[in-house]
């Protein structure tokens, strides 16, 4: 399972490539991905979409939207979140997500195992899910040992 560590890797991996980008085209190809809800559903709600920041949260990418939607992505155990320049193919084995950016890259979502999570999340909706689960971050300022 990638660990908090390699959750922040990704993160910095993907804030350069994805801040200011617009998802112009998103095709959810695992059902798994989004369950409950259907992935054509959320893949529409994502399309058009510009992104404001990339952020973490424990293991969760957060990935913030200007309209003040979030997408959160949990690894679990095998994913990962990958970027093809343009020109590049991205067809890469166990794909389970594709978002085609406007500036013509793609960002894969890979998971060998299927475990991984993608959740939208509207604006008031965020601090109530991360309370339910979530404690305190500990590479944020505010965490001490006391």
Same mark, same amino acid.
């Given at each position: ?5 390699? +959750?922040?890797? *990704?993160? #910095? =991996?993907?804030?350069?490539?994805? /801040?200011?980008?617009?998802?112009? $085209? @998103? ?23 510009? +992104?404001?920041? *990339?952020? #973490? =949260?424990?293991?969760?990418?957060? /990935?913030?939207?200007?309209?003040? $939607? @979030? ?26 997500? *594709? ?7 793609? /960002?894969?979502?890979?998971?060998? $195992? ?33």
């Amino acid at each position: 399972m990638p660990e908090l560590p390699e +959750v922040e890797t *990704v993160r #910095r =991996r993907l804030e350069p490539v994805l /801040v200011g980008r617009r998802f112009e $085209r @998103v095709a959810i190809d695992d059902a798994r991905l989004t369950r409950p809800e259907d992935p054509a559903l959320v893949a529409a709600e994502l399309t058009g979409e510009r +992104v404001a920041a *990339v952020g #973490r =949260r424990g293991k969760y990418l957060v /990935v913030r939207f200007e309209s003040g $939607r @979030v997408l959160l992505i949990h690894l679990r155990m095998t994913g990962n979140v990958l970027h093809a320049p343009p020109g590049t193919p991205s067809e890469v084995s166990h794909r389970r997500a *594709v978002v085609n950016l406007d500036d013509g890259s793609d /960002v894969i979502y890979r998971d060998v $195992r299927r475990f991984g999570t993608w959740l939208l999340v509207e604006p008031d909706g965020l601090d109530p899910y991360f309370a339910g689960r979530l404690g305190a971050e500990p590479l944020g300022r505010t965490f001490t040992t006391r």
